[in-house]
């Protein structure tokens, strides 16, 4: 299957090992570029919990994973998200685009990075010793997202 | 039967509840007058969108909600 998208509710969930199964999942591609998303481990944070609505977060991911497919030629893009609560160290989200060529792998995982960090219906609150903070949206991942709208114009 | 009232992110610490159940037919000011008062602003500001049974509403103030429905207050996302 080309879309290979889910959400991950619990621990021990191992990225590499779903990225072994998505590069065997298509021998055809020529190269394969992946991202993954780690809790950063900033001082002072304890812990880290992304909460989702499930009517909307899996659903738009599915979209999203569409829309990266219709823009590069790709033989697959795979996306997986964890939700509830980690530890910093821990992964949080895989992405990772299968392609004959490396360009179109390298883009599409960028593409599909920048949508997931600015779009997807997630909210975050960290931990610290004070108790949790809610993470409010960062202006650089819109700027991020603008890169893309601004590309498209210039190729429309 | 009633309406759900889902409340994400911040809005549910604000809220003091991640949900609320209240009587049906609910239009935008029906809901304006059944959230909790620490909501009533924040839900009219342009950043907080409102979803129907999943769909993101173009227009909050257009809402129609009936029995059975759930409608969600989305703050702005914090990113993946």
């Known amino acids: ?42 001082e002072g944070v304890e812990a880290l919990e992304l909460s989702h609505y499930a009517p909307l977060t899996l659903p738009g991911m599915e979209a999203l994973a569409e829309q990266t497919l219709a823009r590069w030629p790709l033989d697959g893009i795979l996306i997986h998200h964890r939700t509830g609560i980690m530890r910093p160290g821990a ?39 004070d108790g949790w903070h809610w993470i409010e949206p960062r202006a650089q991942d819109h700027a991020d997202l603008e890169r893309w709208q601004r590309d498209s114009r210039r190729t429309a | 039967m009633a309406i759900t009232l889902v409340f994400l992110g911040k809005l549910a610490d604000l809220a003091g509840t991640p949900d609320l159940q209240v009587a049906a037919p609910l239009d935008w000011n029906g809901l304006l007058a059944s959230l909790p008062e620490s909501l009533t602003e924040m839900a009219q500001g342009e950043r907080v969108k409102l979803a129907l049974n999943g769909s993101i509403l173009a227009e909050k103030t257009a809402l129609s909600a009936n029995d059975g429905d759930e409608i969600a207050l989305l703050p702005p996302v914090s990113g993946g």
């Open chain 1, 1 to 42: 299957m080309a879309r290979d998208v889910c959400l991950l509710e619990s621990d021990g969930w191992t990225p590499a090992v779903a990225l072994e199964a998505f590069a065997a999942a298509h021998p055809q591609a020529g190269g394969l570029a992946s991202f993954i998303g780690k809790v950063r481990p900033d």
């Open chain 1, 91 to 129: 992964p949080i989200v895989l992405v990772a685009a299968a392609a004959r060529h490396r360009r179109d792998a390298f883009e599409a995982a960028d593409f599909a990075m920048d949508h997931l960090k600015s779009d997807a219906w997630f909210w975050k609150r960290e931990k610290r010793s």
